[in-house]
C-alpha cells in the first residue's frame, strides 16, 4: 500500500509543479531559480516523446508511453506480492509515479509541461520536468539493481 501512496505523492508533487508553471504568464520565463543561474524555470509544452520525437504521431505518443507505465505497473503488481525486493519495488514505483504525471498530461493537455533546465554543458539545451527525473532515478535504480545482481550471481 505504501508504494501506491509514493506513487499518487510523485505524481500529484509534479502535477502541482505544472499546474504553477501554466498559470503564469510566459512572458515570466525563462527565469533563473539560484542565484548561481545553475537552474532556469521555463514554460515548455512538449507534444512528443523525449525530445520532441514522434511529436506529429499524436497516437503512437499517447500508446508508447502507456504500454511501457503498463508493463512497469504489472512488474511492480509481480514484486508487491513477494516479500523483499524493496529496492525494486521502490525503483519502479518512482518511475511510475514520473510516468503516470507525464500520461496526465498526454491525455488531458495533449503536451507534457516541462519547467526547467539546468545550465551545465548539453543539459542547456534540455528542458525537464519533475516527471522526467523521476523516470529517469527510477530506471537509474533499476539498472544498478540489475547490474549488482548480475556481479553478485557471477553472470
Known sequence: M????LIAA???ADLLIKAEIESREGKDFPKPLDKRGWIT???SHNPGLPFGLLKKNEEAVRMIPVAMASALGGILV???QRRGHLYEKLAYSITIGGALSNLYDRFRR???VDYFSINYGRLKKVIFNLGD???FAGSLLILIHELWESIRDGR
Open 2 to 5: 505504501v508504494f501506491f501512496f
Open 10 to 12: 510523485l505524481a500529484a
Open 41 to 43: 524555470l521555463h514554460k
Open 78 to 80: 509481480w514484486l508487491l
Open 110 to 112: 495533449h503536451y507534457v
Open 133 to 135: 527525473m523521476m523516470i
